[in-house]
């Protein structure tokens, strides 16, 4: 039965479908308006983002507010601080705050509660002048009344506590743009009357301030004397959008996102707006005319329009002047330009404007305006596309029909696996583009990415092509030219000598009591079972639930790997939630086996669907005994992993457990001695098991790696377009793994598949909890000589060797250093183990769950169970914080140098490529940190060394005595 905020929810899209302000809406008929411009989902083929995520796009810039996801931790953790926008001053929009639902929560109804204790956590704790709360497809579907908690909430405690109903499952990201503005309307604009409103107020709805390119625009409204009122969202503050509604006139930017706000305003209050652009000289210009020509019509002295004509003229002349020097360079390149919206015709226009030929545009998010002002621009349909597969795009790019591609992040790897030059026009981009400079700096960047001379060396031809008869020259064998690239690659490690850590006293667990993650540590189990999924030849990981749990995965995978990364959805939608999601599932595996022919295809649940109770793995032998001649060839497994549970080294290991069972044959086979598995924990980098995997066989073992992400996601350019996984462990050798000799596990978390394996077929296993430091790589060659019968090869000796040397010089740099780790539990055992062998000591430890036994060995005092917040709150006075690519916030607060590890690392390359493991990786973390702490140290100062200063200053607050090292 269908829930009043459902019902409620429901009436307010179709308010937004209807929606006058919009031309294509108006030219349809009341039963096509009832059913929205967006397209029905698609099963199996990527739909991008979902209402949550719209809805949070548009609000999340408002700079002062408090944003709090109530919801499981898949839907803030896999998308938080994802955006490029910018702040002149608070930075509480980039605090991350959800509820974090467990499955208790959801199965006990506590939800509510929960929600309504952590808006007093965040009244308390950051004292927001409001908080905004958006639901997700989970509460949603339990039916927790949001509207009701927010309302109590805002009249107990005494602030605005909005709600955002925008659940993932109702539609799609732009509809969820929507919504976020028919919140703001009823929630927010209008509850504050300001008394400074002026004859030169304006808003500027749908500019978001990425990379703060509203900063390049403003200085030229300030010198008209012209006041911005509200940005909504970019840079905004609660205050201002309350107090929006005394504006005189209103620019949209982004028509798309905000065409129901600006027309409402102008319905209740009067504000009449135009829809412009700040991207080019021409349109610069033509924004200043019409925002000062609205403001005359509604009051303000018309002298306003001569002092508008000379700045521009200004303008324009430095502008043309400094884009002289790029139009020689850049006259008849070719532009293809693959984004939506305002910016599919504006910078058509800007780029048109110097003499850049534009060979396409997609107008998948443009409204019939923008269409209409593009075909008058190009004059040829040819030039415009709705959307682009990335199989086309990656053709007409390698063929050479343009010189650039101009898009967002989606379409990156695309132009760079077809080496062409790419720049990003999107939401993450790095570059301010807005007005008379940022036109300037668009051009400047396009000359820089085209005439990069990488070009010329990636696209010229490797030697052994030119010169084939080199390779007939070479006279190793494959399994020769293997070992000595194994005596190669092994040159060096780092070593410590640390193993069980006797008399160690027990370790306190501190469980987790607060109500708000407050930037969460944990990624959701989910994305590690699809992890483990891409480590498979052919594979295609499907996430069972709605799109956004999907979108919000691949971006963080994309952004760790910078690859293209093969992941698909069910795309459950409102119907299927609530009736059941079978038939969503049959057709996503019939669709991706009729598309892609996966060798395999993972099933990962989500929260939405083990909230439901869904029967998945019944469903599925369903679909299998159904279906049985369509999916000849492929293999359907199903991980259970619910957001509300676990992380990501759980949600891999289900994931392998998943298709040792699925795929395994069972019973005792004829064993191959020299056949070795090895079972890998999720904290292995790309690097490392292609490490590993070069040791075991400089031992002349072969071993079966799974999963094998080396092979994967290491980062290669192929000769084609490929669509599944193009690497990793072969279906085959899955099912023959029974017929190895040994398996070697590592990590806790990956016992579970071991015993399974054993189980099955009888294969013993030895588990390494780590393969970090001199003693556990001492172990691991013990073992490869026992079962190959063979000596430590010459090379593997001499990296032990430097490693010890290595030892020998970065002893000095770690010795009582105080070091603060968050990381998932295998992982916090390795580095805590590794930098205690080093001589430093664990200050902080925090992980994410304390099922894992291995939290118990972990050689630090007490293990909080908890989030970045709490490592910030623990680590202060630490020398060096160890997480991933999120803790950088909380070390710029604290003034602590920051080495990333683990996942997701975005903003650093190279970090599936970094070795951690074994003599030559334990040597490598050895320099890297030893390198940090050099280029991080203090030098000594007389008051750093007064004694009575010293006396006088807490110890908590003292610099460490070796930090000049």
Not at 567 to 579: C, G, H, R, S, Y
Not at 830 to 855: C, H
Not at 880 to 896: D, E, K, N, P
Request: hydrophobic residues 40%; glycine residues 8%.
């Amino acid at each position: 039965m269908e829930t009043d905020a459902m019902s409620l929810l429901r009436a307010k899209i179709q308010d937004v479908f209807n929606e006058p302000g919009c031309e294509k809406n108006r030219g349809k008929d009341a039963k096509a308006r009832k059913e929205g411009c967006s397209k029905p989902l698609t099963p199996g083929a990527a739909a991008g983002g979902c209402a949550f995520d719209g809805a949070k796009i548009v609000l999340q810039p408002i700079t002062d507010v408090a944003h709090l996801i109530h919801a499981p931790l898949a839907c803030e953790g896999n998308s938080w601080d994802n955006r490029g926008a910018a702040s002149s001053g608070p930075a509480l929009w980039r605090t991350s705050f959800t509820t974090d639902l467990t499955e208790l929560d959801v199965v006990m109804g506590q939800g509510e509660r929960k929600l309504f204790k952590a808006i007093l956590e965040i009244k308390e704790a950051y004292g927001p002048p409001a908080i905004f709360v958006y639901p997700t497809c989970v509460t949603a579907l339990i039916g927790d009344d949001i509207e009701a908690v927010c309302k109590r909430a805002a009249e107990k405690y005494g602030l605005a506590v909005v709600p955002v109903n925008a659940p993932g499952f109702v539609g799609s990201k732009n509809l969820g743009n929507k919504l976020a503005g028919e919140a703001l309307l009823e929630h927010v604009i209008g509850t504050i009357e300001p008394d400074d409103a002026g004859p030169y107020d304006i808003n500027i709805l749908g500019e978001f301030n990425l990379s703060g390119e509203f900063w390049l625009v403003k200085p030229l409204l300030d010198r008209l004397g012209i006041r911005v009122r509200a940005s909504i969202p970019g840079d905004a503050r609660y205050f201002d959008i309350a107090c929006a509604h005394r504006a005189r006139a209103a620019m949209v930017v982004c028509s798309t996102a905000l065409i129901n706000l600006a027309r409402k305003m102008e319905q209740r209050w009067g504000i009449p707006f135009f829809e412009g652009s700040f991207y080019g000289i021409s349109a610069t210009s033509e924004a200043l005319r019409q925002m000062s020509q609205l403001l005359v019509k509604k009051g303000a002295d018309p002298e306003i329009l001569g002092r508008t004509e000379v700045l521009i003229a200004e303008e324009e002349a430095i502008a043309w002047k400094r884009l002289a020097a790029y139009q020689p360079r850049l006259a008849g390149k070719r532009v293809l330009l693959n984004t939506g919206g305002v910016k599919s015709w504006s910078v058509v226009h800007a780029l048109m404007e110097i003499g850049i030929e534009i060979v396409g545009t997609s107008v998948k998010k443009s409204t019939v305006e923008d269409k209409a002002r593009i075909k008058q621009m190009l004059n040829d349909d040819n030039h415009i596309f709705e959307q682009m597969a990335p199989r086309e795009l990656y053709a007409m790019l390698s063929e050479r029909k343009a010189d650039i591609l101009l898009s967002g992040g989606r379409t990156q790897f695309v132009a760079l696996k077809a080496k062409t030059p790419w720049l990003d026009i999107n939401q993450e981009r790095q570059h301010p583009y807005a007005g008379y400079d940022g036109m300037v700096e668009l051009v400047r960047q396009i000359d820089i990415a085209i005439h990069n001379p990488i070009w010329a060396q990636v696209r010229e031809p490797a030697p052994w092509d030119c010169q084939p008869t080199v390779r007939e020259e070479r006279p190793l064998t494959r399994s020769e030219t293997l070992t000595l690239h194994a005596v190669q690659e092994f040159a060096g490690t780092t070593a410590n000598d640390f193993g069980e850590c006797r008399g160690k006293p027990i370790v306190r667990i501190l469980p987790q009591t607060k109500a708000a993650a407050v930037n969460p540590l944990k990624s959701s189990q989910p994305l590690g079972a699809a992890l483990a999924f891409l480590g498979v030849y052919g594979a295609m990981p499907l996430f069972h639930g709605s799109q956004g749990c999907t979108s919000f995965a691949l971006v963080l995978l994309v952004r760790h790997f910078k690859e293209a990364i093969q992941l698909q959805t069910t795309a459950m939608d409102e119907v299927a939630t609530i009736l059941g999601g079978p038939d969503h599932l049959e057709e996503a595996i019939l669709n991706l086996k009729a598309r892609i022919k996966p060798t395999l295809i993972g099933v990962c649940t989500t929260a939405l669907v083990e909230t439901r109770g869904d029967d998945c793995a019944g469903d599925i032998a369903n679909i299998r005994l159904k279906r049985t001649k369509e999916l000849a060839g492929t293999e359907v497994v199903l991980a259970n992993t619910p957001d509300f549970d676990g992380a990501i080294e759980e949600g891999w290991a289900k994931a392998v457990t998943a298709m040792i069972e699925g795929i395994t044959r069972s019973g005792e086979q004829a064993r191959q001695s020299k056949k070795i598995v090895i079972l890998p924990g999720w904290n292995l980098t790309v690097a490392d098991i292609e490490h590993l995997r070069e040791m075991v066989e400089s031992f002349g073992l072969k071993p079966v790696i799974l999963p094998d992400v080396s092979g994967s996601l290491d980062g290669t350019v192929p000769d084609r377009w490929v669509t599944t996984t193009y690497g990793g462990t072969s279906v085959k050798d899955i099912r023959e793994l029974g017929t190895a000799e040994r398996c070697i596990v590592i990590g806790e978390h990956m016992r579970r598949p071991a015993e399974v394996l054993q189980g099955m077929t009888g294969v013993s296993y030895v588990l390494f909890r780590s393969l970090t430091g001199l003693r556990d790589a001492d172990r691991f060659v013990s073992l490869l000589s026992t079962v190959s019968g063979a000596a430590a090869p010459s090379g593997v000796r001499r990296q032990r060797s430097q490693l010890q040397d290595a030892l020998l010089d970065g002893h000095f740099h770690f010795g009582g250093k105080k070091i603060a780790i968050a990381a998932e539990p295998d992982q916090l055992y390795q580095l805590a183990s590794f930098f205690i062998g080093m001589g430093s000591e664990i200050a902080a430890a925090v992980t994410t769950a304390a099922k894992s036994k291995i939290v118990e060995e972990v050689p630090a005092q007490s293990v909080q169970i908890g989030d970045l917040g709490d490592l910030e709150a623990l680590g202060a006075g630490a020398d060096l914080l160890v997480t991933h690519s999120h803790g950088r916030q909380s070390a710029q607060r604290l003034g602590i140098p920051l080495m990333r590890v683990g996942f997701p690392i975005f903003d650093r390359l190279g970090a599936q490529h970094k070795l951690t493991i074994l003599y030559q990786g334990t040597r490598d973390l050895i320099f890297e940190v030893a390198n940090i702490f050099q280029a991080n140290g203090r030098a000594p100062t007389p008051e750093a060394l007064d004694p009575l200063r010293k006396r006088e200053t807490p110890d908590e607050l003292r610099p460490s005595p070796l930090a000049r090292h």
